[in-house]
């Protein structure tokens, strides 16, 4: 039996899906802000914009790939030769995902043949890079580096090129990376202004004189709008049945709006480098109470540790898994707080435990406990801490060996600079959010007073008074926050 020839139709969309394989940068029309980078003739570029808003990285990385390849309309100067590339990353994680979108727009036909993706990952686990054919007919190397703090692995090379993804850490690999373009190479930083300290890239780009270049405006709905085209770009949003696509504009802006708290909002959406004042943080808190459901629930405990009044305290919470891609339900059950500032460690094993007992909870029962680094004072041995406490609760438990111990809120992948903006974000979300029912995703119980005044007085600030059982709440959820784990599965039981 002959099989039918394939329609006009087939071969046309054939062909289109054959021509985007081997130029997939072919299908993008580019917007505004990513129109000016492409076409800056700079040394030092910053391309400042939103989270998740203009396509910064996409930008960068199809502008990477031009100079690579020697076929930069507007920046010949800068790569009429082959030569090495960087693109700098904050984690492995993130460099895979940037590998992703650097093969995005790469065309296959320039890769040299031994140099192999893979989605998971990327151009290889070790000493990522992709050899990219240079109209000379030499290749040029991208090499992607994760730097964090360290400078170690920025050091003995001169390059052509550099691109950052997001802040670059601290002032110190900024200069390190620097001494590597010195003999005629560029420097780009596409970023939104959060999870690092950027003050200081702050102060470098904005002084006077400087080499530096910003492309940044606020979100409007002109910035959707691709050069050369009428209609804005469409994206995908939450209809009222499913998922859907709509011409991006300002009601999609406003949505994203809505989605982060209103003093990130000039950040997250729009670039800014300020957060915007707020007299109150959690200001879609609309103090939900109540007890949680007879259901298994995953437990754990948090601690912040202070000499002052008020300063230590304990806060216990349950967590109820909603599923994959979802915020899971919060319930604050328990606190206790050293109002004094003369508790003893000993004293504070007794608190939390009283603290457990109250919902029938022994020690055993939690699947996780988190406190705040140790308190000390002028390199003397410290007065509280995780370790101290810890010692306290097994004693007073009889058991041999605490399980789980009390991890460090500090130490992990993620708990760095700009944890913390991370832990008072989470928590928001959950007050935004909302289940089937149309309730907040955080319920406190009506006798943590504390807990309750802080999320209704919380100005966002370090000083103010309510921080530290915030602290603790944060300490709590802090597997939830940046990884999950296996729960225990514990049932309070009432009535």
């Not at 003369?342 to 007794?350: H, I, L, N, V």
């Not at 029938?360 to 370790?387: E, I, M, Q, V, Y």
């Amino acid at each position: 039996m002959t099989p039918n020839p394939p329609s006009s139709a087939a071969l046309l969309l054939g062909a289109l899906l054959a021509s985007i394989d081997a130029d997939p940068a072919a299908r993008f029309a580019w917007l505004p802000l990513q129109h000016e980078y492409l076409h800056s003739t700079r040394r030092y570029r910053l391309l400042r914009t939103g989270n998740q808003t203009v396509g910064k990285t996409t930008v960068a990385m199809y502008d990477l790939v031009l100079h690579a390849a020697g076929t930069h309309p507007t920046r010949q100067s800068w790569c009429s030769e082959p030569g090495e590339y960087w693109v700098l990353c904050d984690s492995w994680a993130q460099s895979v995902i940037i590998q992703g979108k650097l093969h995005g727009v790469l065309a296959t036909e320039l890769v040299h043949p031994d140099d192999t993706y893979n989605p998971s990952q990327g151009y290889g686990h070790k000493h990522p890079h992709v050899r990219i054919r240079h109209t000379s007919g030499s290749y040029s190397t991208v090499r992607f580096k994760t730097v964090n703090q360290r400078t170690k692995s920025l050091a003995s090379a001169t390059l052509k090129g550099i691109v950052a993804d997001e802040p670059l850490p601290s002032l110190r690999v900024y200069t390190e990376a620097s001494k590597r373009i010195e003999r005629g190479g560029w420097m780009a930083v596409c970023m939104t202004p959060i999870n690092a300290p950027v003050e200081w890239f702050r102060e470098l780009v904005e002084a006077e004189g400087s080499p530096w270049e910003q492309h940044h405006r606020g979100l409007t709905a002109r910035e959707f709008i691709p050069v050369g085209h009428r209609k804005p770009i469409e994206v995908m949003v939450e209809g009222p049945d499913g998922p859907e696509w709509r011409p991006a504009g300002a009601e999609y802006i406003a949505e994203l709006e809505a989605k982060v708290h209103p003093s990130e909002v000039g950040i997250v959406v729009h670039g800014e480098w300020d957060v915007r004042a707020v007299d109150r943080y959690y200001t879609y808190w609309h103090g939900q109470i109540g007890d949680p459901p007879d259901a298994d629930l995953w437990t754990g405990v948090g601690f912040d540790h202070g000499s002052a009044p008020s300063k230590q305290c304990g806060v216990l919470v349950q967590v109820q898994d909603r599923g994959a891609m979802e915020y899971p339900h919060v319930y604050v059950l328990g606190e206790w707080v050293d109002e004094s500032g003369r508790q003893t460690p000993r004293g504070d094993a007794r608190a939390t435990l009283q603290m457990l007992g109250k919902w029938g909870l022994d020690w055993k029962h939690l699947d996780d406990a988190c406190g705040d680094r140790a308190l000390t004072f002028s390199k003397k041995p410290a007065r509280r801490s995780n370790a101290i406490l810890g010692r306290w609760l097994s004693k007073l438990t009889g058991a041999a060996r605490l399980h789980p111990p009390i991890r460090t809120a500090k130490r992990g992948m993620g708990r760095g600079a700009g944890s913390a903006d991370i832990r008072r974000r989470w928590l928001h979300y959950l007050t935004v959010e909302q289940d089937d029912d149309g309730r907040s995703l955080l319920t406190v119980h009506p006798s943590c007073t504390r807990v309750l005044h802080a999320l209704d007085t919380w100005d966002g600030t370090d000083r103010h008074p309510s921080k530290d059982i915030l602290d603790a709440l944060f300490y709590a959820l802090d597997r939830w926050t940046f990884s999950r784990r296996k729960r225990r599965a514990v049932t309070i039981r009432r009535g």
